[in-house]
T-cell receptor, first 115, second 114 residues
Framework: EAGVAQSPRYKIIEKRQSVAFWCNPI?????LYWYQQILGQGPKLLIQ????????DSQLPKDRFSAERLKGVDSTLKIQPAKLEDSAVYLC?????????????FGSGTQLSVL | QKEVEQNSGPLSVPEGAIASLNCTYS??????FFWYRQYSGKSPELIMF????GDKEDGRFTAQLNKASQYVSLLIRDSQPSDSATYLC??????????????FGQGTILTVHP
C-alpha cells in the first residue's frame, strides 16, 4: 500500500514570496490533514478536509494561508506572502474516516525555510 | 495552560533500562490517546494508542492511562539505541465530536546510550 506522498521535500524562499505544497493521501482515505511543525514543537493542525469539504480550519492563518482539495483526493497548501515565522515542516496526513486516528498516517513532510 | 504537556527533556537512559515518558492533558472529556515516535528529519509514526484506563502492552512498550488524573504515560522496557527519537503524545480533545482532530504535546527527546 502506497503511503502519503508529499512534494517538494525541501523549499527555500525569501520572505514575501509565495509557495505551494502538494499532498496525495493514501488511496481511499477520505480525511486529509495539514499540520505545521515548527522545530522543537509538536505538530499543530492547520486544516482538516473530509472528502473535498473543510471540517476545521480554525488554526489556519487565512490572511496568508489557503488550502484546497478540489476532487476529494490530492490537496494543495499555499502560503502567500510567506513570513520568517512560517519556517517549519508541513506535514500532510490522512485517515480512512474522521476519528480513526489509529489509522492516521503522515507523509514525509515539506521542510520550508523562509529567509 | 498548554492543552497537552509532556515532561521536559531531553531524557537519557542507558541501554537495557526502562524509559518513562509522561504526558498530561487539560480537556477532561478527552477519549483517545496516542504515542508517536519521530526520528530526526522523519515524520511521526504511531507506536501505541489507548482508550481505556489502565495499561496496554505491545512488545517492549506499555501505555498507561489515568483519566481521573488526566495523565498518560509510555514505558519502554529494555531500551535500545534505536529507540532514540522524539516521542510525541497526542490527544483527541473531545472524543467523537472532534472529528478526529489531534492535539500534540511538544515532544520529549529520548536518548538511549550504549
Amino acid at each position: 500500500e502506497a503511503g502519503v506522498a508529499q512534494s517538494p521535500r525541501y523549499k527555500i524562499i525569501e520572505k514575501r514570496q509565495s509557495v505551494a505544497f502538494w499532498c496525495n493521501p493514501i488511496s481511499g482515505h477520505a480525511t486529509l490533514y495539514w499540520y505545521q511543525q515548527i522545530l522543537g514543537q509538536g505538530p499543530k493542525l492547520l486544516i482538516q478536509f473530509q472528502n473535498n469539504g473543510v471540517v476545521d480550519d480554525s488554526q489556519l492563518p487565512k490572511d496568508r494561508f489557503s488550502a484546497e482539495r478540489l476532487k476529494g483526493v490530492d490537496s494543495t497548501l499555499k502560503i502567500q506572502p510567506a513570513k520568517l515565522e512560517d519556517s517549519a515542516v508541513y506535514l500532510c496526513a490522512s485517515s480512512p474516516l474522521p476519528g480513526a486516528n489509529e489509522k492516521l498516517f503522515f507523509g514525509s513532510g515539506t521542510q520550508l525555510s523562509v529567509l | 495552560q498548554k492543552e497537552v504537556e509532556q515532561n521536559s527533556g531531553p531524557l537519557s537512559v542507558p541501554e537495557g533500562a526502562i524509559a518513562s515518558l509522561n504526558c498530561t492533558y487539560s480537556d477532561r472529556g478527552s477519549q483517545s490517546f496516542f504515542w508517536y515516535r519521530q526520528y530526526s528529519g522523519k515524520s511521526p509514526e504511531l507506536i501505541m494508542f489507548i482508550y481505556s484506563n489502565g495499561d496496554k502492552e505491545d512488545g517492549r512498550f506499555t501505555a498507561q492511562l489515568n483519566k481521573a488524573s488526566q495523565y498518560v504515560s509510555l514505558l519502554i522496557r529494555d531500551s535500545q539505541p534505536s529507540d532514540s527519537a522524539t516521542y510525541l503524545c497526542a490527544v483527541d480533545p473531545a472524543g467523537g465530536t472532534s472529528y478526529g482532530k489531534l492535539t500534540f504535546g511538544q515532544g520529549t527527546i529520548l536518548t538511549v546510550h550504549p
